[in-house]
């Protein structure tokens, strides 16, 4: 579609054959919400001038704050970032939170007008949301602005797909509405191009104070834990703390994510703004990416330092992957995704042994697995099936979750969970929430977790999780 203006003449803009376009997609909208009784989507996807995503992300920080999200994936080649809410998906503690989320965002999306002329995923209607570790696991006043599952429909979406710029607007008309909220929705629009024109740099608040949660208690833990898993019949667990900070001033969440998206490069970087709090992380975990009938999904388990010079990190390398325990944590994650995978998969291609992914602060094993799956699998069966693997919850999963969530003193909330996108032709993807935090005003909790086998041993894991807190301790400006 271009969007071909007319003309501006002395500061006086004339209308652009797009602008008529729509106005009259508008009054359709308006026609059917009223014929149906209920709201209608009315969705347009246009192609842009170069934005930058997190400079996006910035400008919304007077008028959108709150209501917020981004997403990069690890190759920077397919960026979001999300502004105002159209419509809200959330669901609290039920067994079917996945299936019903999807269904909502389906049966929300029927009679719904879409102008899309551009064959590509990612742009368009897409809800962007997360769902917590553990619906069942006692609430905490630490996750009181998240519920068990939270998806949002964006006002306005930025997608930046290997280097091309999408713009989409989603507007809903109730059968209430007239031509008053039109003109809103454009002048509104408008506004946010301009503001786009100012220069939006929010420095980072002091760090007061870093402050560890029981860290004691959580190796007494790790060690009932092994004596546990030497017993059987349970064979991993993964267990998680948290590290709460205090900072001297409210802390941005764009701020924030500028650091990650500078500090970060091999990971999802991802935020979710909800009243006021934000999740937000730099994960190196791939929980599943549906495009097409193609599914990508990733084992990662086994972890070690990154070494001071290239010889020591090859060395430290070279341990990892020959190392029986790290070895056995990461077999039990492969098992499980491929066993998950298979139930929709036609094909599974998977090898037979680990590589080493390496990032900023550690080195993980870590199994790529690409899956064929038939056309109408759906992306969020596909979560429910994986979540959690037992590189966040254990083996098996439903006894490993149930021991998380009789042992574990920290409430994960979103932590270790899936975050990511869905789109209006269920394509989308989601990473596994770790390496993250949860931004509270002036505060900040941090997680981070470590598989724990019948092998661990209780100090090496706290080390292990030291440096799991380490890249967004950094872009929070701590050690
Ligand atoms: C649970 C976390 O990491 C998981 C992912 C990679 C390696 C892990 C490990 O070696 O224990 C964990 O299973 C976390 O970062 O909080
Ligand atoms: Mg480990």
Not at 4 to 28: D, H, M, N, P, W
Not at 175 to 196: A, M
Request: hydrophobic fraction near 40%; include cysteine; glycine fraction near 8%.
């Amino acid at each position: 579609m271009e969007t071909a203006l007319i003309g501006c003449f002395g500061g006086i803009c004339l209308i652009t054959i797009q602008e008529i376009e729509t106005k009259e997609r508008s009054l359709l909208a308006m026609k059917r919400a009223k014929e149906l009784g209920r709201p209608i989507l009315m969705s347009e996807v246009e192609k842009m001038n170069h934005i930058d995503p997190l400079l996006f992300f910035s400008s919304g920080n007077e008028h959108y704050s709150g209501e917020r999200f981004f997403w990069k994936d690890p190759k920077d080649e397919f960026i979001l970032a999300g502004l105002g809410i159209s419509k809200q998906f959330q669901i609290d503690q039920s067994d079917d939170r996945f299936g019903l989320i999807e269904r909502e965002w389906k049966e929300f999306l029927k009679d719904s007008l879409i102008s899309n002329p551009f064959s590509q995923i990612g742009i368009g209607p897409l809800i962007f949301g997360g769902f917590s570790f553990d619906p069942y696991k006692e609430k905490t006043v630490l996750w009181s602005k998240f519920d068990d599952s939270l998806f949002y429909l964006p006002k306005y979406l930025l997608s930046v797909i290997k280097g091309q710029v999408y713009f989409t607007t989603n507007f809903i008309f109730t059968p209430n509405d007239d031509e008053l909220l039109y003109k809103h929705i454009i002048d509104e629009r408008n506004k946010l191009f301009q503001s786009l024109q100012k220069h939006h740099h929010t420095a980072l608040p002091a760090l007061l104070e870093t402050k560890e949660i029981s860290p004691e208690k959580w190796k007494n833990t790790v060690d009932a834990m092994v004596k546990e898993l030497i017993r059987g019949p349970l064979k991993k667990v993964v267990l998680a703390r948290e590290l709460r900070l205090n900072f001297n001033d409210l802390v941005a969440s764009e701020a924030v994510m500028q650091h990650l998206n500078e500090q970060q490069h091999e990971s999802f970087i991802f935020a979710l703004e909800s009243s006021g709090d934000c999740f937000l992380g730099a994960s190196p975990e791939r929980l599943v990416k549906k495009n097409g009938t193609e599914l990508f999904s990733t084992c990662l388990a086994g972890s070690i330092s990154r070494g001071h010079t290239p010889e020591e990190d090859r060395i430290l390398g070279e341990k990892l992957l020959s190392d029986q325990k790290n070895l056995l944590e990461h077999q039990y994650v492969v098992e499980m995704i491929k066993e998950a995978l298979e139930e929709s998969c036609e094909e599974i291609i998977l090898p037979d042994k680990p590589q080493l992914m390496k990032i900023r602060d550690i080195q993980h094993l870590y199994t790529p697995v690409i899956g064929k799956c038939s056309g109408d699998s759906s992306l969020l069966h596909l979560v429910e099936r994986l979540h959690p693997t037992p590189a966040l919850g254990g083996l098996p999963k439903k006894e490993a979750v149930e021991k998380i969530r009789q042992v574990e003193e920290l409430d994960r909330g979103f932590y270790a969970a899936p975050v990511g996108w869905l789109d209006y032709e269920g394509n989308g993807e989601f990473a596994v929430a770790i390496r993250s935090g949860l931004l509270q005003g002036k505060e900040a909790s941090l997680f981070a977790g470590c598989g724990v086998v019948a092998d661990s041993d209780s100090e090496s894991e706290y080390l292990e999780t030291s440096l799991k807190f380490r890249p967004m301790l950094r872009a929070l400006g701590g050690k």
